[in-house]
């Protein structure tokens, strides 16, 4: 028996509004979808853009869930991300060019491989490449945000400048594997191969990291860890290698965007990381910094609107991902779904 | 006397004192030291400059606020001066109307901004501001009937500014006794004003507040400071500032685009400076811009000569002809924020100690 | 010496448009001098400044090459950004100004001054060669451009010159300039397309990267009997018109198009000394320094006045033959080439066969600087 | 004991759902030191919040002086008399010792917005500072930075820039915690010292049962976020609900 | 007696260009509560922080369980078996309590009978489990930083000043807590302001003034003979 007092907090009742305000990100996501279906007045034209604005939305999840994972968990504004994107890119466009033969087959299974064997050296060239990184550039700015800023700025000039001296100046041009060329019609609508690889890509890689996220202390000890380092260590942990880690898996997923990224966009530069970083940038702060379900949530939203909107009204679209960004702010000031919650 | 006129802020190191008063006498005498269109054209811009990074470290380094919209209230100073002579024809009305429609624009935009979202945390701040700016960046872009789009804005400036009024016959140690003389002692002397007036404020009581705020402004609250209210005001000095620098580009450029005053990149070179020079000092700006401008005007020069000298070698020379420039530039980046963690006015303070 | 200045944005995005328009400009002084790189014992000495893509940079450039290293006449940019810039001053200088390869209608136009001539094409030259080309009784055409002035004035520029065609405009649209995904685009156009009788074409003006031909090529506008249409680009971009086989449009320049000793000789050269064939940019840069080869050969020096009186309805042979500097606006009036694309394994890049040469008065380019 | 200064009317905060703060109704007067007990958790350093502004009411009302400043925003209801010093100390980590005391004096004085003369120049506002940082027995660490103090030299600090502000509502959490026993007197001495001036009301949360019994006019206890008991020290002390509550079983030696 | 689980002998650390731990030399022994007293700023944090590589001894040494520390890095002294409660506690906030404790359980998975009995001596901890720590009140936070260095075995605990804010109540269970620690068999390390507390609680105590260890015996001994506290601590602490 011991003899502290009981001390039982008064609870009361939860209201409505509270308990649905966890789901509060999914239902916008749900209402845009219906909104698009009663604005839209053509069936097709409303299915074609709804896939494929989840299926942009994707592309951008994968390219923006590197950053969010660094950005989120070590407090690491990583403006160099889109220079992985772009190695990445140009990495794996390079390992297609090789296959030249298995993309040129009009067999699904070949065009897979040889893009699965293009994926996997991209993100191992940027997963040492953001080893590299972090050991050169970052390691002397934790904690310090505007430092990280410029350094990794100037960590971005120096590769998109080594691409150049390796790859030489001009855009290349490639096509994609001969199989996912086209598009499926469907119900009237065209749903293209491509984007529904991308699709599954981004779902298998999203409901990985959420698992090591939700089942690994990898996540705990880096949060903690950018929290109050020396208390980390001091519990145990080799902090410097878990971070080192992180940040490589963050580089390799950019990677892994940059080849899914160029090979949507079927030219790469230097600079084509660097061009969709704001877009990027705009995802992981309405996602909430850190959070690998606001990351996926807010890229979906941005996908499926900017569809939307640029079918409904052009000039809007100018615009629209700002005005969704600055929304989500004043409904949440710290984005859909706030990882860092105390303060 | 001199220390009222600094207010205070002695450079506290030989070197940096040494370097200041250099730099103060080079920009000075620059077209009678360095006569020459490029090398005048430099010091202005290193003038400007100065303006626009002290203003930005007024808000960064003394007020804790990251903004993105920095270039965008240089931007409106700016197409301030250029619209008002574009419309209000050629006279010094035109530029002072300019400037000052573009000082009080660029400050209600910075309040209005600020009111809505200095309560947000830093880092969504910073990010409101970039989406903001490059909003704006789009609207001058669309509304080209006025603001000449992506091709930019000619006009013309008052004669006595020109090269082509000539005040005295003949040359002094080079330079010609023109309209662009005047011209660069205007934005010299502007520059001069300016800084001295922010390095006023940043020791004035105000300043002390702001690096409060900065430190911890939930204490800062607690004792009784608004911090908000601090918050918008310094954002709003701040983006004045920055708009007088841009009427001061307007001024010496005769041009204005969107790649010129408005671009994210130019942001960027101003945290560098500012970073470089060491934050929350101002004399940090001066040794920043100073630095970044020479470099991105003769790095390119430098490395060309170095690249010539190795050709032959494999690889090297490639990596060092003066195409990539920006390549070291990048690595210079790097380097100095290693090197010089609190900036290089930091750095000398620091080793006096 | 005879003192030129090349001033052009060496680094930045558009680096690989400015090293060929430099090798052409070199070629073209090397041609035009029978290697010697002399006119009249005069040696002819080439300044390179870098803009890096800016217009202030662009300005105070141009103003050292002329006040400073006092040449004689400059060259440039590649972008129109910063020659627009770069125009006042020469004006202010008094020296001629060739712009090459900026392409913006307002340099001859608007913002024109009698130092500035122009051997580039200039884009009503580019619209008005792709309405030729894509004209006709029954056709009905979309347009796709760039939500900003250079896309509005593109498309303005071809609906004039498709005006008395009889070719009808269906639908205009409009995207911002950094749209990466045409879907939503594409539905608008298929939409507006779909219940139209005739032959249907999409025309698409695009400047810069993330080009939409080969996004909407896969969302299959076959279906509903579109087919796309688009102007000529560099090789490396000729490389995704493979997905176009029979696509027809207008371009500027291809090697094997032109046909003329000029252009054999820049074939030649350029396969030896690069050992690729010459760009798109490379015949542009090549013309301007014959031009400017000629123009002093005619003036008999390089005063200003006289080059200028030299120049004012000059024509000189270029590799797309005969050139004219319009003597009201300093337009080089040029022929562009209507292209069909061939498909062949073997090479790169699609290729642009040429259907019919638009020679000079085949095209009716409006004089817009008044 | 003379007219009341600080009221609050049913004042309440809730987290989620989670009352933190329940219906606290309680009045402090002019001159009186209030010691405000309870377990941890029990909602003490909520209630300061909701009073000092830090946290927005769920519920209820705080009056100062006949006037409602529930809704007022921190730095208002500073400048009106309600002082506060932190339970987890909250200072300027990179200023030196005195300049954080200075900065009070400033806040004071109201001159925040001057922008143009210089902050040396104030004379009238460094010397009083200089005297408090002496009052708290700093001097020798005045152009220290507050980082580098000892956890027990910075809790001193925290109470400096409380008695720089010298509010009509002094508001203290835990001020000894983590303070050495020969230096506890030094804020204890402080503390009495106000009490003696008798114009300035004093809230006072502590854990040690010996500074209470010796300072206190009155105790208030929260149990649960709710009032429990408010009364005279001696009678408080003796409730049941203290202790069985708060108290728990003495300290035996081991 | 046994050899001490823990022995600095001259250990001196540096802090910036201060010189802040003069020659400290302190047995730890084995079984035992040892009590390090003395004034604000002498480096009673200091040395616990030295001891477990947050700061580096720059003379002397340190020796765990006859293994000499003083070079290693942090993560692996941690894991030879050393809790540390920080002063500053250390708590993550952004992470809720169950983080918290499920990152301090370095070896694996929580044991639940231990977390019962932390529950037990620390209830506010099972009500908040799923809250976020800095949302928690003070006395909670501290609760939550001592369970955490409790969660798994430890041959060693150095614990900063554990009562401070604590209730009188939390105070007393926290003390049978340590107790039981110790009747486990752990070493403990305590630097402690509550006289009361620390003669309730200490085998064994060295004072500490001005970056050394000016006295160390029986904690029985300092608490009985009030001219040896008036002479090590400047006043008389039978007062509180
Ligand atoms: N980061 C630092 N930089 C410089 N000096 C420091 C730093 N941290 C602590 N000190 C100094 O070291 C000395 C010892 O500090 P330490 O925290 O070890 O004292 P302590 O005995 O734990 O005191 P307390 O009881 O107040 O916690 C103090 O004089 C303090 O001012
Ligand atoms: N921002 C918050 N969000 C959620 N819960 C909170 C928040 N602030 C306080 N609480 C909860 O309110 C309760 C009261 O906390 P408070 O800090 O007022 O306690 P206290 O009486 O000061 O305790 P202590 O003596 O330990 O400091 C605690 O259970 C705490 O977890
Ligand atoms: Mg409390
Ligand atoms: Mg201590």
Redesign the pocket.
């Known amino acids: 028996m011991t003899s502290s007092p009981d001390h039982l907090p008064t609870m009361a009742r939860s209201s409505l509004s509270d308990r649905l305000a966890p789901y509060g990100p999914i239902l916008i996501l749900v209402l845009l979808v219906v909104f698009g279906f009663l604005a839209i007045p053509s069936m097709s034209s409303w299915l074609t853009l709804t896939v494929s604005g989840l299926a942009m939305g994707m592309m951008i999840f994968i390219m923006a869930s590197g950053l969010t994972l660094v950005f989120g968990l070590m407090d690491v504004i990583n403006f160099g991300h889109g220079a992985f994107v772009s190695v990445g890119a140009f990495v794996g466009v390079s390992f297609l060019l090789l296959l030249q033969h298995m993309t040129g087959a009009p067999s699904l299974l070949l065009n897979l491989t040889a893009l699965l064997v293009a994926i996997i050296g991209a993100m191992l060239a940027t997963g040492i490449m953001g080893w590299a990184f972090e050991r050169v550039i970052v390691k002397p700015v934790y904690g310090a945000h505007l430092k990280q800023i410029l350094v990794t700025m100037g960590g971005l000039i120096v590769v998109e400048q080594l691409i150049i001296v390796l790859w030489g100046p001009e855009e290349i041009y490639i096509t994609r594997p001969e199989a996912l060329k086209g598009a499926i019609t469907f119900a009237g609508a065209a749903l293209e191969k491509y984007r529904l690889v991308a699709v599954g890509i981004g779902l298998v890689i999203f409901l990985l990291m959420r698992w090591i996220l939700r089942h690994t202390k990898i996540g705990l000890i880096v949060r903690a860890g950018v929290e109050n380092g020396e208390m980390v260590e001091a519990l145990g942990y080799r902090l410097r290698l878990v971070f080192v880690g992180v940040f490589m898996a963050g580089s390799a997923l950019a990677g892994l965007g940059g080849v899914l990224w160029g090979l949507y966009q079927e030219v790469i530069t230097a600079h084509m990381g660097n061009e969709v970083m704001i877009l990027i940038f705009i995802v992981v702060i309405i996602g909430g910094l850190g959070s690998v379900e606001g990351c996926f949530i807010g890229a979906l939203l941005v996908g499926l609107l900017q569809n939307y909107v640029a079918f409904l009204e052009p000039k809007v679209a100018l615009i629209s991902n700002i005005g969704l960004m600055v929304a989500i702010l004043m409904w949440r000031p710290m984005g859909m779904i706030p990882v860092v919650k105390a303060k | 006397m001199l220390t009222k006129l600094l207010s205070g802020d002695t450079p506290r190191s030989p070197v940096l004192a040494v370097l200041l008063i250099g730099i103060l006498v080079c920009l000075a005498l620059a077209p009678f030291l360095f006569p020459g269109v490029r090398s005048v054209d430099t010091a202005a811009r290193i003038c400007i400059f100065i303006v626009l990074v002290a203003s930005y470290d007024l808000m960064l380094g003394y007020g804790g606020i990251v903004s993105f919209a920095h270039t965008m209230f240089f931007g409106i100073g700016a197409y301030g001066v250029a619209l008002a002579c574009t419309h209000l024809g050629r006279g010094f009305d035109a530029l002072l109307v300019g400037s000052v429609a573009g000082a009080l624009v660029a400050a209600t935009l910075a309040f209005v901004i600020g009111l809505f979202s200095l309560r947000v945390r830093a880092i969504f701040f910073a990010m409101i501001t970039l989406a903001v700016a490059s909003a704006v960046a789009v609207l001058v872009s669309q509304l080209s009937a006025i603001t000449g789009g992506e091709d930019g804005l000619n006009y013309r400036i008052p004669r006595e500014l020109t090269p082509a009024f000539k005040f005295a016959d003949g040359q002094i140690l080079g330079a010609r006794l023109n309209g662009k003389l005047l011209n660069y002692y205007l934005i010299f002397g502007s520059t001069l004003l300016i800084f001295l007036l922010l390095l006023r404020i940043v020791h004035s009581p105000f300043g002390r507040v702001l690096q409060a705020i900065r430190e911890n402004d939930f204490r800062a609250e607690a004792i009784g400071y608004r911090v908000v209210y601090y918050r918008v005001a310094v954002t709003c000095i701040s983006a004045a500032a920055a708009a007088l620098a841009g009427s001061l580009y307007a001024i010496w450029l005769r041009y204005v685009g969107p790649d010129t005053t408005l671009s994210l990149e130019i942001m960027i070179d101003v945290l560098l400076m500012v970073v470089i020079g060491g934050m929350g000092t101002m004399y940090g700006a001066v040794i920043g811009a100073t630095i970044f401008v020479l470099a991105q005007n003769y790095l390119q020069a430098l490395m060309s000569v170095a690249s010539d000298a190795l050709t032959g070698l494999p690889v090297l020379p490639e990596l060092i002809s003066a195409d990539r420039w920006l390549l070291w530039l990048g690595v210079l980046f790097i380097l100095s924020v290693y090197f010089f963690p609190t900036g290089i006015v930091g750095r000398l303070r620091q080793r006096r100690r | 010496d005879i003192k030129i200045a090349h001033i052009y944005g060496k680094t930045g995005p558009l680096e690989a448009y400015a090293k060929q328009s430099h090798d052409g400009l070199m070629l073209g002084l090397e041609y035009a001098t029978d290697g010697t790189m002399e006119i009249d014992g005069e040696k002819i000495v080439v300044i390179e400044k870098d803009t890096q893509l800016k217009p202030e940079n662009g300005k105070v450039l141009l103003a050292e090459a002329y006040g400073d290293d006092e040449v004689d006449l400059a060259i440039g940019p590649v972008s129109s950004g910063v020659a627009l810039a770069m125009l006042p001053v020469a004006q202010e200088y008094e020296k001629l100004l060739i712009v090459e390869p900026a392409v913006a209608d307002s340099i001859t136009g608007s913002n024109w001054n009698r130092y500035i001539f122009r051997t580039a094409r200039n884009s009503s030259q580019d619209a008005v060669a792709n309405a030729i080309a894509l004209a006709g009784e029954d056709v009905n055409i979309a347009t796709l451009a760039q939500d900003y002035a250079f896309g509005r004035d593109g498309v303005a520029a071809f609906k004039e010159a498709l005006e008395g065609t009889g070719t009808n405009i269906v639908h205009e649209e409009y995207v911002p300039t950094d749209t990466t995904d045409f879907t939503a685009a594409a539905e608008r156009i298929f939409n507006a397309m779909k219940d139209v009788e005739g032959e249907k074409k999409l025309f698409v003006i695009w400047a810069g990267g993330g080009n939409p031909m080969g996004k909407i090529q896969a969302m299959e506008p076959s279906r509903f009997g579109v087919e796309l249409a688009t102007g000529g680009n560099i090789l490396a971009a000729m490389a995704s018109y493979k997905d176009f086989p029979g696509m027809e449009g207008a371009t500027y320049y291809y090697y094997e198009n032109p046909n003329n000793d000029v252009n054999d000789w820049l074939v030649e050269t350029h396969q030896e000394r690069f050992g690729s064939p010459p760009d798109f940019f490379t015949a542009g840069g090549m013309s301007a320094g014959i031009a400017i080869v000629e123009a002093i050969k005619k003036a008999g020096g390089t005063d200003t006045e006289d080059l200028i009186a030299a120049m004012e309805g000059m024509e000189w042979e270029t590799p797309k033959g005969t050139m004219k500097f319009r003597a009201e606006d300093h337009q080089a009036m040029q022929s562009m080439y209507h292209f069909k694309i061939r498909v062949d394994p073997d090479v790169e890049w699609a290729i642009p066969d040429l259907v019919r040469e638009l020679t000079i008065d085949d095209l009716p380019i409006p004089i817009r600087n008044k | 004991m003379s007219h009341p200064i600080l009221e609050t009317r049913d004042l309440s905060v809730r987290f989620g759902g989670h009352v933190a703060v329940d219906r606290i109704s309680c009045t402090f007067r002019t001159g009186e030191l209030t010691a405000i007990v309870g377990p941890n958790g029990a909602g003490k350093t909520t209630y300061f919040n909701l009073i000092s502004g830090q946290i927005a009411a769920s519920a209820g009302s705080v009056v100062l002086n006949g006037r409602n400043i529930t809704r007022m925003p921190v730095a208002q209801r500073t400048h009106l008399g309600i002082g506060r010093a932190f339970q987890l100390t909250n200072l300027f980590p990179n200023l030196n010792v005195l300049e954080n005391v200075r900065l009070v004096i400033q806040s004071k004085a109201g001159r925040g917005f001057n922008m143009l003369s210089m902050a040396s120049d104030h004379d009238d506002l460094t010397m009083p500072a200089e005297e408090i940082v002496e009052r708290v027995r700093l001097t020798g660490h005045a152009h220290q930075p507050v ?7 910075q809790r001193k600090l925290e109470v400096a820039l409380l008695i720089a502000l010298d509010p009509l509502v002094y508001m203290f959490d835990e001020p000894t915690a ?1 303070m ?1 026993v020969d230096e506890a007197p030094v804020v204890l001495d402080l503390i009495a010292e106000l009490k003696a001036r008798k114009d300035r009301t004093i809230l006072l949360v502590e854990h040690k049962m010996d500074v209470i019994r010796t300072l206190a006019d009155r105790i208030i206890v929260l149990h649960n976020g709710a009032l429990a008991a408010d009364g005279e020290p001696a009678e408080v002390m003796a409730s049941d609900v203290v202790r069985d509550a708060y108290m728990g079983r003495e300290l035996e030696d081991g | 007696m046994a050899d001490p689980i823990l022995t600095l002998s001259g250990v001196k650390t540096n ?2 260009q ?1 010189h ?1 731990l003069q020659g400290v030399d302190l047995d730890v022994p084995r079984g035992q509560v040892t009590m390090l007293l ?10 616990l922080r030295s001891v477990i590589g947050l700061w580096r001894a720059h003379e002397g040494t340190i020796l765990f369980d006859g293994e000499d520390i003083t070079r290693r890095p942090t993560p692996a002294i941690a894991r030879m078996g050393i809790g540390f409660v920080p ?1 500053d506690m250390g708590i993550f906030s952004d992470l809720t309590v169950e983080e918290n404790m499920t990152l301090a359980a370095v070896s694996g998975p929580v044991d639940s009978a231990r977390l019962d009995w932390l529950f037990s001596v620390f209830p506010p901890l099972k009500t908040f489990w799923k809250g976020y720590a800095g949302t928690l009140s003070g006395g909670q936070k501290q609760m939550l930083c001592i369970a955490r260095a409790m969660i798994e075995e430890r041959k060693l605990y150095l614990i900063d ?1 554990p009562t401070k804010g604590l209730a009188p109540a939390i105070i007393s269970t926290m003390a049978r807590a340590l107790r039981e620690l110790k009747a486990q068999g752990a070493s403990i390390l305590l ?1 402690e ?1 509550n006289f009361a507390v620390a003669r309730a609680l200490g085998d064994g105590a060295a004072v ?1 003034d001005d970056g050394r260890i000016i006295w160390a015996g029986a904690m029985r001994e300092l608490a009985t003979d009030k001219d040896l506290q008036e002479r090590l601590m400047g006043l008389s602490l039978e007062a509180s």
């Open positions: 980082s580098e103090l000892s956890h027990g030299n983590g050495s | 802090i910036a201060y802040i003395g004034r604000n700023g002498v480096g009673k944090t200091t040395t002063e000043e630097v302001q500490m």
